[in-house]
């Protein structure tokens, strides 16, 4: 663990408080209110998230090298190993909590 400059605080936390923070900025009450009717309504919505910036992160702290071309991410194994850890492992955990939550 990284010492945040918080007492008692590992860098993990910080972390989860900054993709918090970044989240809920994203995910205002008409997303869910959309989630909750399309549930309401029979439908079984099918949602499809992204996590750049945390895999932009996770990638530097790993200190992986990421290359862009024509604004597409060129994956190579540690690239993809990192993106699979973080989009189904902490993202997805996430917005299933959240959605839980609301809808």
Not at 14 to 43: A, H, I, Q
């Amino acid at each position: 663990m990284q010492d945040t400059g918080r007492k008692g605080e590992s860098h993990e936390r910080n972390s989860d408080r900054k993709m918090r923070r970044l989240y809920s900025r994203r995910f205002d009450t008409r997303f869910f209110d959309s989630l909750k009717t399309m549930k309401e309504s029979g439908l079984h919505p099918i949602i499809v998230h992204g996590g750049g910036p945390a895999i932009n992160s996770m990638l530097e702290k790993l200190d992986i090298q990421s290359e862009f071309v024509d604004g597409l991410r060129k994956t190579t194994e540690p690239v993809l190993d990192t993106a699979e850890m973080i989009l189904s492992g902490k993202m997805n955990k996430y917005l299933v909590s959240k959605i839980k939550k609301q809808v």
